[in-house]
């Protein structure tokens, strides 16, 4: 006998087809849409992340930027520092020159022909005056000095006859420049 099965059977699996592909192109959306919730979520937190970094970094540039200020107050204190020590230094050099100078200059000055009264000196500049028994004598000294190691040169500013307790003098005035370094 034949069976004829009247239930449309092609209709059915058409149906059962149609539902497969649905169910796969909703799947194949959920799926993307998970994938884009999570990529989403993946450069929300990267984002964070680096904004966390960005503040991080903010502050240790602002604490690394303080230090440098107090090693450029360091560098510049202690550059002042070096520059008064050099000063010290320069000082603590000549500290005796003046009193050498003025040793070696009276060790110059004739017993008994001539008698120094002032020396002063302002800068590489001297003036010596004094009073000498005569000119000769006055313009003995003056060669002397000129052969002091520590004048460079000596002018004759004046030089006049005076009387002291009824005797002749020459009162003299020399200017002098020193050596650098005296």
Partial sequence: MIKINLLPYREKAKKENLSRQITIIIGSFVIFILCLVWVQIFFTSQVNDLDSSLTQSKATLKVLDEKVGDLE??????????????????????????????????????????WLTKIGQSGAAMTIEGIGRDNIAVANFMKTIENFS?????????????????????????????KKGF
């Fill in 150 to 178: 520590a004048i460079r040169s000596v002018d004759l500013i004046s030089s006049k006859r005076t009387e002291i307790a009824g005797i002749t003098l020459q009162q003299f005035n020399f200017s002098c420049q020193l």
């Fill in 73 to 114: 107050r360091f560098k510049k204190a202690k550059a002042e520092l070096e520059l008064k020590l050099g000063v010290i230094g320069t000082l603590e050099e000549n500290r005796l020159a003046p009193v050498k100078t003025l040793d070696d200059l009276a060790l110059l000055v004739p017993l008994k022909t001539i």
